[in-house]
């Protein structure tokens, strides 16, 4: 990303909603430059404005970051989990267990609730949209052989899984509970070095 935009976006995390004006004073460009950067930075997604209304004279326009912005910016949210359930762990490695299972009987109700009554086909599809939703980016395929793939181009808990082995094998746990009618095996998995995590989903016989 340019200096410029990168300026831009930085003003606005730091003091919020601005003018151009006053974006442009903060850093450093003309009110032309920061004009033709916040158009780049609109039409990417990162910054959106809204009319200020009041006083005489022409509306003006304030700029403000949107939440795809805002995800450049760092975040340690997978350390602080880390060393919130290392000391759990250090303290009492039943209650770690317990904690994921706690977290797994949670989501699989939620799911189960979605998923009651659909037809396979319909479970699959709305399982992968329950995933997409956590963060996984995923998305599904059905093979030739009636099978179906369900691929997580992301790993949203990538950070904890890394150190804590329990946050992967939850993962296909709860997809083998969410669909007990189909065989799932993992078929890549991102911590072993695959770019993705894959899911065979296989409906059982009969």
């Known amino acids: 990303m340019p200096d410029g935009r990168r300026a831009l976006l930085d003003a606005m995390k730091k003091r919020g909603e601005l003018p151009v004006e006053a974006l ?58 880390n060393e919130l359930l290392e000391y759990v762990q250090d303290d009492d490695p039943e209650l770690l267990k317990r904690t994921f299972e706690r977290r797994a009987q949670r989501r ?16 699959v599809a709305e399982l992968t949209r329950i995933l997409d939703e956590d963060g996984y980016l995923a998305d599904f395929e059905r093979c030739d052989d009636g099978s179906f793939r369900i691929v997580e181009h992301n790993c949203a808990v990538l950070g904890v899984a890394l150190r804590y082995g329990q946050a992967c ?34 409906p059982r016989a009969g």
């Open 24 to 81: 442009a004073e903060a850093v450093g460009v003309t009110i032309s430059g920061a004009r033709q950067h916040l158009s780049g930075l609109e039409r990417d997604g990162l910054v959106a404005h809204r009319i200020l209304r009041g006083g005489a004279g022409r509306p003006r326009y304030v700029y403000y970051l949107t939440p795809a912005a805002d995800a450049l910016y760092p975040r340690t949210y997978a350390e602080l989990t």
């Open 108 to 123: 699989l109700a939620r799911a189960r609730a979605r998923l009651d009554g659909k037809p396979f086909a319909d479970k």
């Open 169 to 202: 094998s939850s993962e296909i746990d709860f997809i083998r509970q969410a669909l007990p009618e189909a065989k799932i095996e993992r078929v890549a998995h991102i911590v072993a070095g695959a770019y993705v995590c894959a899911y065979s989903v296989e």
